[in-house]
């Protein structure tokens, strides 16, 4: 049985199928992302060195799926359920900002609560 966040991974990438063709299998985050985080850590090592560059990769790339409901959305907002549009924002909510965060730090860009919501509060309290 499906949720909603399974059926938002659906009309997610149905779409794709639809503009990219088989590429789209790149947005399934049960493949591998070995290509993309190279083709990144190639460009990132001069600066950062191969081993940060390779992480930077990964956290810019472990949520291309999150992405893709984003930019789905975006395109086709008629064709997500309610449901669906609250599975995909959950499901990027809890995978994608600490990805960003990490990036962030890496690269030695400081995460800061600029809208003032309490973003980090828990490490303030530490």
Do not use: Y
């Not at 965060?101 to 030695?108: D, R």
């Not at 400081?110 to 530490?126: C, H, K, T, Y």
């Amino acid at each position: 049985m499906s949720g909603p966040i399974d059926d938002c991974e659906s009309t997610t990438t149905g779409i794709f199928v639809e503009i990219v063709g088989d590429r789209a299998t790149r947005l399934d985050p049960t493949q591998s992302q070995e290509e993309i985080i190279g083709r990144m850590s190639k460009v990132l090592a001069r600066e950062f060195g191969p081993a940060v560059a390779d992480d930077i990769g990964f956290h810019h790339s472990d949520w291309v799926a999150d992405a893709a409901f984003l930019v789905a959305l975006h395109l086709f907002p008629e064709r997500f359920s309610d449901a669906e549009v609250e599975g995909g924002i959950e499901s990027f909510l809890l995978h994608a900002p600490n990805h960003v965060a990490a990036a962030a730090a890496l690269t030695g860009n400081p995460i800061e609560d600029v809208f003032e919501v309490g973003a980090l509060r828990n490490q303030e309290s530490e």
